[in-house]
């Protein structure tokens, strides 16, 4: 087991401002996703995510984030699970479809299918989807850091969509 001391000092005031950092972070290619749930009345709710990275193989665990000012924060706050869904490289319009309008246009004409847990996701070929339990939920700066357990997943030889610098890369290879 390893141990760990209790750190008592702090962070030092960044050298950079956020337009500085934001450029350094879009130097790191992401995956895009798109996370569902259903809120408090069973409804549909999903946006596009590119903070999705895996925690540990045992037990399966994911991490994502979401900005505090979404308007989905008080569904993934609560919800007991959600799916995560990777684009593929040709589902560049579903992602800006999902990271803008408002809830209802985002679903208005997708189908959708429930995981075996019962949790919505979208009814098209994505390159993987995850159905996790959500697991813990963090506050942390202007985000919450959502962890999942995964409890079931499936994936497709699809290449995946890729985020890069302010832009999507439309020609990844699988």
């Given at each position: 087991?390893?141990?760990?001391?209790?750190?008592t000092?702090?962070?030092?005031?960044?050298?950079?401002?956020?337009?500085?950092?934001?450029?350094?972070?879009g130097r790191?290619p992401t995956?895009v996703?798109?996370?569902t749930?259903?809120?408090k009345?069973?409804?549909p709710?999903?946006?596009?995510?590119?903070?999705?990275?895996?925690?540990s193989?045992?037990?399966?665990?994911?991490?994502?984030?979401?900005?505090r000012s979404?308007?989905?924060?008080?569904t993934?706050?609560?919800c007991q699970?959600?799916?995560?869904?990777?684009?593929?490289a040709d589902?560049l319009?579903?992602?800006?479809?999902?990271?803008s309008?408002?809830?209802?246009e985002?679903?208005?004409?997708?189908?959708?299918v429930?995981?075996?847990?019962?949790?919505p996701?979208?009814?098209?070929a994505?390159a993987a989807?995850f159905?996790?339990?959500?697991r813990?939920?963090?506050d942390e700066?202007?985000?919450?850091?959502l962890?999942g357990?995964?409890?079931?997943?499936?994936?497709?030889?699809r290449?995946?969509?890729?985020?890069?610098?302010?832009?999507?890369?439309?020609?990844?290879?699988?």
């Open positions: 087991m390893v141990s760990r001391a209790l750190v000092m702090s962070a030092q005031t960044p050298s950079f401002n956020d337009h500085q950092f934001k450029q350094a972070l790191f995956g996703t798109i996370v749930a259903r809120d009345d069973a409804m709710v999903g946006l596009t995510v590119s903070s999705f990275n895996s925690v193989l045992t037990p399966p665990l994911v991490v994502w984030s979401l900005k979404s308007h989905s924060l008080e993934f706050e609560h699970r959600y799916v995560i869904q990777v684009l593929a589902q319009a579903l992602a800006t479809r999902f990271a309008g408002t809830p209802d985002r679903f208005a004409g997708q189908s959708l429930d995981c075996p847990n019962g949790t996701r979208l009814d098209q994505c989807w159905e996790c339990y959500n813990h939920v963090y700066g202007d985000h919450i850091v962890i357990e995964v409890e079931h997943c499936a994936h497709a030889e290449a995946p969509l890729i985020y890069h610098g302010g832009g999507f890369n439309l020609t990844p290879s699988v």
